[in-house]
């Protein structure tokens, strides 16, 4: 007789945002698998149209609690490129160092409380500690650090109120990174002892040809700017993105699948800034990471944990290298003139690249916004891992089966408050 | 045998999860928490779910769908108190804009298949769907006053959150008055405290993410900044912000507006 097995599960935990699985199998086969998103639309790019360019920064933060920095350099990148502005020296520097904050606050989050209890077996974070107590508190003290760099320059962890366009409302002195300096230090070889602990969890055996797609820097590893490349060709810049790229959309989700025209399905996130960057990550990145014997290439998303633990090393390595070359700018912010323009921005946030454009009227009210986050360019490959892994898996039982296909999605610490705040809208012009 | 641990229960509607983020970003106090409640229902932080009733329940975010409408009923039956964390749960949040608008037409023109979104017209705060015990501030809320309020419900008291303005926090900061001392555009002496003037202390105008507070003269303000030279057009969307459906934020905005329309 051939088997029927449906795997679903309603509301999926320790994912930002509601979203439910559903895998149906029928004789042997997968036979359909969505990421069902319901988290209800907020409508952003619909009421930005008519706020003035200085207010977007704010606004957009709260597409994301766990993100907003990413929200704020795309927008702010964005805006500046509309009005031929561009931020350089220690400005750029501390916008960098605010990035590096957010990586190490939101890889923490992900790795210890959100990915680490699949790998060891437990509920959450809080079951886990019981066994494993110096583990998350390790956690936690690289996560405060993070939330620290962010609350310095940013004023506070979530929201934070000091980013604008054209730079900062105020800077800090140099004397006010001393208590943090010694903080990122420890954390620092807090992060080394995480990659090898990372790497000593145990993987399931899976891997897939994924087209990684992410920024790629002259000579940094990307935070804020480069070309948008992949490992199969792509080079465009943030203004060709419209071009390249398109969103589906599908009855099943209240967001967009973003795909590549033509090519389909691609990653982004840390695995794919991996890959396509290796050679831009610190020296002390790179020496950690070939120590724990990962090579330049690595196509299994269930080490992803290893990844988002080398890259949260490398936030703390680049936290500090700007923090010992920073000397306090004369000026916080440099002059903006709006002009009537459209700018387009892509950086990366820790979840993968994130896509802003808006077009601006000369007196800077915004006329058009449109925003493509991650978690939506990364549905559809989310989709395909699950068929794949249940492909190899039809036996296995329910149960785990299930826990291993939630896993599958953690892999890609999907962040569905974004994704969905993100339905690509389309207004009539008025 | 042992006292049974209190059950708390998070819940998540239209939000960005920056508020409940908030209880994880408790770094120090985290485990502590954990030690002293049993977390039954935090889909963000555990696949454990525990059935209620629950002793406590934070509730995260607005509702925008009938089947949110529905679904807070469910928590307030399950909850012995209610407390809503933020300015969506508050006040409907910054996605309450839609409200302004006529959302039938909006959405028939925004999406290629209309069909498949569900959405209420009106983005609104949980108090106009059930009866709430407690609503804690801000966008986001403070981490200090989040835990505040779990001891204060946990302990049988009300929560310490003063109700007086921003201007009372950087006068107890030290900071001085940017729109005194700058002329910078403020929201400061009509928002509700509980930040702890962060802005100000960064150069910069309150832009009212705590919403308003007691008794707030909105219309004094507005005039104050006119002097300072900003335009109707812009008063009216700082009140229309993140707490733009609070009714004093709303109706200030609405008539700020009026004023720009009735001059052009």
Same mark, same amino acid.
């Given at each position: 007789m051939k088997k029927s097995k449906t795997i679903k599960v309603d509301y999926l935990a320790r994912v930002e945002g509601e979203g439910a699985l559903y895998v149906r199998i029928k004789g042997g086969v997968v036979e359909d698998v969505k990421l069902k998103i319901f988290e209800p639309p907020r409508f952003f790019e619909a009421f930005l149209r008519g706020r003035h360019y200085d207010e977007v920064p704010d606004i957009t933060a709260r597409i994301c609690g766990i993100c907003p920095i990413a929200y704020q350099m795309s927008a702010v990148h964005a805006m500046e490129d509309a009005f031929e502005v561009k931020v350089e020296g220690q400005l750029r520097a501390l916008r960098r160092l605010i990035y590096c904050g957010e990586w190490i606050e939101s890889h923490a989050l992900h790795i210890f409380m959100l990915h680490a209890?699949?790998?060891?077996?437990?509920?959450?974070? *809080?079951?886990? =500690?019981?066994?494993?107590?110096?583990?998350?508190?390790?956690?936690?003290? $690289?996560?405060?650090?993070?939330?620290?760099?962010?609350?310095?320059?940013?004023?506070?962890?979530? #929201?934070?109120? &000091?980013?604008?366009?054209?730079?900062?409302?105020?800077? /800090?002195?140099?004397? !006010?990174?001393?208590? $943090?300096?010694?903080?990122?230090?420890?954390?620092?070889?807090?992060? %080394?002892?995480?990659?090898?602990?990372?790497?000593?969890?145990?993987?399931?055996?899976?891997?897939?040809?994924?087209?990684?797609?992410?920024?790629?820097? =002259?000579?940094?590893?990307?935070?804020?700017?480069?070309?948008?490349?992949?490992?199969? +060709?792509?080079? %465009?810049?943030?203004?060709?993105? !419209? @071009?390249?790229?398109?969103?589906?959309?599908?009855?099943?989700? &209240?967001?967009? #699948?973003?795909?590549?025209?033509?090519?389909?399905?691609?990653?982004? +996130? /840390?695995?794919?800034?991996? &890959?396509?960057?290796?050679?831009?990550?610190?020296? $002390?990145?790179?020496?950690?990471?070939?120590?724990?014997?990962?090579?330049?290439?690595?196509? &299994? /998303?269930?080490?992803?944990?290893? %990844?988002?633990?080398? @890259?949260?090393?490398?936030?703390?390595?680049?936290? $500090?290298?700007?923090?010992?070359?920073?000397?306090?700018?004369?000026?916080?912010?440099?002059?903006?003139?709006?002009? =009537?323009?459209?700018?387009?921005?892509?950086?990366?946030?820790?979840? +993968?690249?994130?896509?802003?454009?808006?077009?601006? !009227? !000369? +007196?800077? *009210? %915004?006329?058009?916004?449109?925003?493509?986050?991650?978690?939506?360019?990364?549905?559809?490959?989310?989709?395909?891992?699950?068929?794949?892994?249940v492909t190899g898996r039809i036996e296995m039982p329910a149960d785990q089966l299930t826990l291993q296909c939630e896993q599958t999605i953690r892999n890609y610490d999907p962040c569905i408050s974004c994704a969905t705040h993100f339905l690509k809208l389309h207004l009539e012009r008025e | 045998m042992a006292k049974r641990k209190p059950k708390l229960a998070v819940w998540k509607f239209a939000s960005c999860d920056g508020c409940q983020l908030s209880l994880l970003d408790c770094e120090d106090e985290l485990m502590a928490v954990a030690d002293t409640v049993e977390i039954a229902n935090f889909l963000e932080a555990s696949r454990r779910v525990t059935k209620g009733p629950y002793d406590l329940s934070l509730v995260e975010g607005s509702i925008t769908t009938p089947h949110d409408a529905e679904r807070i009923r469910q928590v307030r039956r399950l909850s012995k108190y209610l407390v809503t964390i933020g300015a969506c749960a508050t006040s409907g949040g910054i996605q309450a804009l839609r409200n302004f608008k006529d959302v039938k037409d909006f959405i028939r023109i925004v999406y290629a298949t209309p069909d498949y979104i569900s959405t209420l017209d009106k983005s609104t705060a949980i108090s106009e769907h059930v009866k709430v015990d407690f609503e804690l501030r801000g966008c986001p809320i403070n981490k200090r006053q989040l835990l505040e309020v779990i001891s204060a419900f946990l302990g049988g008291r009300r929560p310490n959150t003063p109700a007086h303005s921003v201007c009372v926090e950087c006068k107890l900061r030290g900071t001085v008055c940017v729109m005194v001392a700058h002329g910078t555009p403020c929201l400061g002496p009509v928002t509700h405290a509980g930040c702890g003037a962060i802005c100000p202390a960064y150069a910069r105008g309150c832009y009212g993410c705590f919403g308003p507070m007691e008794t707030p003269n909105t219309a004094s303000l507005s005039d104050w900044l006119i002097g300072l030279g900003a335009s109707e057009g812009e008063i009216a969307r700082t009140f229309h912000g993140f707490n733009a459906w609070a009714d004093e934020f709303r109706q200030a905005g609405d008539l700020n507006e009026k004023k720009q329309d009735d001059q052009s």
């Open positions: 209890p699949d790998f060891l077996g437990y509920e959450d974070a *809080i079951q886990m =500690a019981k066994d494993h107590r110096e583990i998350v508190e390790r956690g936690l003290r $690289l996560k405060k650090t993070g939330n620290q760099i962010v609350s310095l320059l940013g004023g506070r962890e979530i #929201h934070p109120i &000091n980013v604008r366009v054209g730079g900062f409302y105020k800077v /800090p002195d140099k004397r !006010d990174f001393i208590d $943090l300096r010694e903080k990122l230090e420890r954390g620092r070889d807090e992060a %080394i002892e995480n990659v090898r602990w990372a790497a000593r969890l145990s993987f399931p055996d899976f891997e897939h040809d994924y087209e990684f797609v992410a920024l790629r820097h =002259a000579d940094e590893y990307p935070f804020n700017e480069g070309q948008i490349v992949s490992n199969k +060709g792509l080079e %465009i810049s943030a203004r060709a993105f !419209d @071009e390249h790229f398109i969103e589906e959309h599908v009855s099943h989700s &209240n967001a967009l #699948h973003c795909v590549l025209k033509g090519r389909g399905a691609y990653l982004v +996130g /840390p695995l794919a800034r991996y &890959n396509l960057n290796f050679d831009r990550l610190s020296p $002390l990145a790179q020496e950690t990471a070939r120590e724990v014997g990962l090579t330049e290439v690595c196509r &299994n /998303p269930f080490q992803s944990i290893i %990844i988002r633990s080398l @890259e949260m090393l490398y936030a703390f390595d680049e936290a $500090l290298r700007i923090i010992d070359q920073y000397e306090k700018p004369d000026s916080p912010s440099l002059e903006i003139q709006p002009r =009537a323009a459209t700018g387009y921005a892509c950086t990366e946030a820790p979840r +993968g690249m994130l896509y802003h454009r808006y077009r601006v !009227d !000369d +007196g800077g *009210i %915004i006329l058009d916004a449109g925003i493509v986050p991650p978690t939506s360019q990364n549905q559809k490959t989310i989709e395909g891992d699950l068929r794949q892994f | -």
